[in-house]
């Protein structure tokens, strides 16, 4: 009887039975098995994403809001099709960086925003920040324990070249308590005289504790505020925007700072970092970026702006898929039991996920299901290798359009206990999808999970 109907269907369009003859990747689980995905892991795929359906539908709400609250400012700022175009050279009046930063200032509602391609990467906007806006004698505070890797030589808490204890700048750390909640006592007793600036990673980043939401930073804050009113609140913003409605800039924080290799460039942005905040701590650090005197009047845009902006227009989409993909990828790997950060049903306020899989073998299998998923380098095999900086061989999965960007589906883990993957990204929540679903694959393969039946 189907065969009648397609024989009559053929017949009325006039084409030869062969050519309606389906091919293999017809339907989505026959795409997936072309693609390397087993049937089985494609099943175990799909019935936890069942159980994902309002999670889902909460994200797609909180990118509603953000792609309009972006979209509003691209128009209240007047961008034109002039700010495509970029500057050479001084960069003298060059209209569409002017206007690309009002538009981060009215996105961020704050007073200013610096956003550059000279700001080279995220450990790069947050040294400018702190460099400029602190001088000898002040000091700095971290109250949730350990800043990001990289800020450690910045700081100097590692001795390092041009950081900031060489010229006299003090820090002080207050840590959090074993819960992961602030510590308010010591965080009022770090608060002195010479205290100039509070900074406060939003993101856990690569570490074990939990990730604060806007509206714990802003209570941390105020808190700070109602000790020292002037003392200037900076927040490291990488992976956190347009993760919640609010930013920390809606909170009290004097400056936000981040990466447009990460949520704010959308995947398109190739470079570049942000600082939004106070006209005056902007100011601060377009002189330091720079020169005094010069500070946000040079800077020629070249020709990056035109990805600037769109990878600004689609960042509340992109990060909406890389927080489903993190969402996916907790729920998948804790149905099968292993431990993940965050857990499958916690809130989420940056787009990171850890999975621990207690083995080296699990680690690398991870990874390498990532980067045989990936769009670019999918033929290539990740390795373990040996760092500068790390204490233990990295093996890193990425396959980007723009090298080392981590809003694209990517995963790392240092080879040593308790081997947990950091994983992130996700151009599209269906890469996102694939790509978790392939790292599942590697693990079945290399049998180092085992699927039952009824999983
Ligand atoms: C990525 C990141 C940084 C540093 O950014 P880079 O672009 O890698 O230099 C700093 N802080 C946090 C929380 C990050 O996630």
């Known amino acids: 009887m189907t065969e009648n109907k397609a024989q009559m269907v053929c017949e009325k369009e006039h084409l030869q039975p062969e050519e309606k003859t389906s091919r293999p990747e017809d ?36 990118a509603e809001y953000n792609q309009l609250k972006v979209l509003g400012a691209m128009q209240a700022c007047q961008v034109s099709e002039a700010c495509l175009l970029g500057t050479t050279g001084y960069g003298y009046n060059d209209l569409g960086r002017d206007t690309l930063e009002q538009v981060y200032a009215k996105i961020f509602h704050t007073e200013d925003a610096l956003v550059r391609p000279q700001i080279t990467c995220g450990t790069h906007a947050l040294a400018l920040a702190l460099m400029s806006n602190l001088r000898p004698g002040d000091e700095l505070l971290s109250p949730v324990g350990k800043p990001y890797d990289t800020l450690e030589e910045v700081i100097g808490i590692r001795p390092s070249r041009g950081s900031l204890a060489e010229y006299g700048i003090t820090y002080r750390q207050v840590d959090l308590l074993p819960d992961g909640s602030f510590d308010y006592e010591n965080i009022r007793a770090g608060i002195r005289e010479q205290t100039r600036l509070v900074t406060i990673q939003r993101s856990k980043g690569y570490q074990t504790r939990p990730s604060f939401s806007v509206a714990q930073i802003g209570e941390l804050i105020a808190f700070v505020k109602g000790i020292k009113p002037d003392v200037i609140c900076m927040v ?94 907790a729920s998948l790997y804790e149905g099968l039991g292993f431990s993940v950060v965050p857990g499958s049903r916690e809130e989420r306020h940056d787009i990171i996920q850890a999975v621990t899989f207690g083995t080296p073998e699990g680690v690398i299998a991870f990874c390498q299901g ?69 790292s599942l694959q590697s693990l079945v393969d290399q049998e180092i999970v085992t699927l039952l039946k009824e999983q």
């Open 236 to 329: 490291d913003n990488c992976y956190g925007e347009f993760v919640e409605v609010q930013e920390p800039s809606d909170v009290g924080a004097d400056m936000v700072v981040g990466s447009l290799i990460k949520n704010p460039g959308g995947g398109l942005a190739p470079i570049g970092g942000y600082i939004a905040g106070k006209r005056a701590c902007v100011e601060n650090a377009a002189c330091r970026l720079t020169s005094p005197g010069l500070a946000k009047e040079v800077g020629a845009s070249l020709g990056v702006l035109k990805d600037f902006y769109q990878g600004l227009f689609l960042a509340p989409t992109v990060t909406a898929g890389a927080l489903k993909g993190a969402i996916f990828a």
């Open 27 to 62: 339907s989505l689980d026959q795409m997936y098995a072309a693609m390397g995905i087993g049937s089985n892991v494609y099943a175990y795929g799909n019935s936890v994403l069942e159980r994902l359906t309002d999670r889902f539908t909460q994200i797609d709400r909180t």
């Open 370 to 438: 990532i980067q045989a998923a990936a769009p670019v380098d999918s033929h290539v095999t990740p390795e373990p290798w040996d760092m500068p900086g790390y204490d233990a061989p990295v093996i890193m999965a990425a396959g980007a359009f723009v090298s080392g960007s981590s809003i694209e589906l990517s995963a790392d883990a240092p080879i040593k206990s308790p081997y947990a993957v950091y994983f992130q990204g996700g151009l599209t929540w269906q890469h996102a999808k694939y790509g978790i679903l392939r």
